[in-house]
């Protein structure tokens, strides 16, 4: 059964550099990148490509000796050009120089006739096979999914509340066919119920509308209500022993597109954002581009932070650098490295503060669209009993006493406190409002993989 939440926890972050509801199909970067680092759960990668090899669109680059199963595949076809790593040889990116015309693997097509006759197995297998498995996110934990799990339901969010969030109507338009076969093939993979949830407060695009074999939920609220932790914890709560399934729209999509094309189809649109972009607007591109081409002569300054994500949960990267897996938006402010002497206790109309004490003035003009710096205006102290944790997690979670819970490595008391309910992302807000200036997402991820592999 359908449900209608409204949520009144969360703040909405109202940012400037919104993107211009243009798709602009542009020259394609020079270079793609696969990123093991986006996949939390990879914990011995396993290269099958070396550098100078060439590949198409999903060939297998990359696997997990633990999970030797789920294959990481080339986004585009073209030459391996350079493996990077990190510290003690961690392995952080595979670049792909693209070519100019695209070829693919070929796997089996289905007509839609045919999918319904499709088994599970074959599902699996399929999945497997043409890379796209990594598009499903297990919860507990948020790793990818376990192959020999079954889910007892799959969540889809169908909108972003977070800052400077894409339009979903610009970013799958035309995709109504492939995401319908996604969601068929999807319910072959749990008992339950696929949950599609939209937004309330704004117009569904018919495409959720419309959708079959889904459960269509409504939420409204400010932001994290687009957050699909949040959205599993109002409907069908996760607690210990069971597993939940993620997956985003563009995720579902290229599910369909494998089954109906039998091809790895990465391409995407992205939305280039921020205060500091000359011309916010849409891209066509492939996931893991290049972001040099998008901002090549698009910067109101030179003095920038560049984000593959938004301002929240995303990642930094160069100005050549690549969008992440999961990401479809890259994020440009000003960069905040300089010293405000009493910054915080200035009356001020520019700032942005969830604390009315620190930006009372900001509130007078709730539509004012904000120019904010990656600043955060102080450094990390003990932490602050004020209760603005809560105000901003609409989940019945005790956020504060789950950080110290995590801090004090006390696995009775982060199980009890939700922990199996939570990732990174859910705690983003809280980490935004802290005045502790603590690394709350950081904390979360840790004491993940303490209750994971401990």
């Known amino acids: 059964m359908s449900k209608s939440i409204r949520l009144n926890k969360g703040f909405d ?6 993107p211009q509801p243009t798709v602009v199909d542009a020259d394609q970067p020079e270079t793609f990148a696969l990123k093991p680092t986006n996949f939390h759960g990879i914990l011995r990668p396993k290269l099958t490509v070396a550098v100078g090899d060439n590949v198409k669109a999903g060939t297998p680059i990359l696997f997990d000796k633990k999970n030797d199963r789920v294959k990481y595949v080339s986004p585009v076809s073209g030459e391996i050009v350079d493996i990077k790593r990190g510290e003690k040889r ?3 990116e595979i670049v792909i120089l693209a070519d100019k015309e695209m070829e693919y693997e070929a796997f089996k097509s289905y007509s839609v006739s045919e999918l319904a006759k499709v088994s599970r197995e074959q599902v699996v297998e399929q999945l497997l096979e043409g890379g796209v498995w990594p598009n499903m996110v297990q919860r507990p934990y948020g790793v990818i999914a376990d192959v020999d799990t079954t889910p007892k339901s799959i969540f889809i969010s169908a909108f972003d509340s977070h800052p400077l969030a894409p339009d979903y109507h610009l970013l799958f338009k035309g995709q109504e066919q492939y995401f319908q076969a996604g969601l068929d093939i999807l319910k072959k993979l749990t008992p339950g119920s696929v949950h599609l949830n939209t937004n309330a407060d704004a117009e569904v695009f018919q495409m959720f509308e419309h959708a079959k074999n889904v459960e269509l939920n409504k939420f409204s609220g400010p932001h994290p209500v687009g957050n699909v932790g949040v959205q599993i914890h109002h409907l069908d709560p996760i607690n210990k022993g069971d597993a939940v399934w993620t997956i985003s729209p563009f995720g ?3 599910i369909g597109k494998l089954f109906l094309d039998g091809k790895h189809d990465a391409s995407k649109v992205v939305a280039l954002t921020g205060s500091e972009i000359e011309n916010p607007q849409y891209y066509k591109t492939f996931t893991g581009a290049s972001i040099k081409k998008f901002v090549a002569d698009n910067l109101k300054t030179d003095h920038v932070r560049f984000i593959t994500g938004n301002v929240l949960t995303g990642e930094k990267i160069d100005s050549d650098g690549h969008i992440g897996f999961f990401d479809n ?3 440009v402010i000003p ?3 300089y010293y405000e002497l009493f910054g915080w206790i200035k009356p001020t109309t520019s ?5 009315r004490a620190f930006g009372l003035l900001s509130f007078l003009n709730p539509k004012k669209e904000f120019v904010l710096d990656t600043n955060t205006r102080g450094q990390e102290r003990a932490f602050v009993q004020t209760g603005v944790l809560d105000r901003v997690l ?4 005790l956020p504060t006493y789950l950080i110290k819970a995590i801090l004090a490595q006390d696995f009775d008391d982060m199980e009890a406190l939700g922990i199996y309910e939570v990732i990174e992302e859910d705690f983003a807000l809280c980490e935004f409002v802290d005045v502790s200036k603590h690394d709350i997402q950081e904390i979360i991820r840790e004491g993940l993989d303490l209750m994971q592999y401990s």
């Open 394 to 397: 609409p989940m019945d979670i």
């Open 252 to 254: 579902v999509i290229q």
């Open 335 to 337: 960069e905040g490295d």
């Open 13 to 18: 972050i109202n940012l400037a550099g919104k």
């Open 90 to 92: 961690k392995l952080l």
């Open 351 to 355: 700032k942005v503060s969830f604390q």
């Open 329 to 331: 938006q890259v994020t």
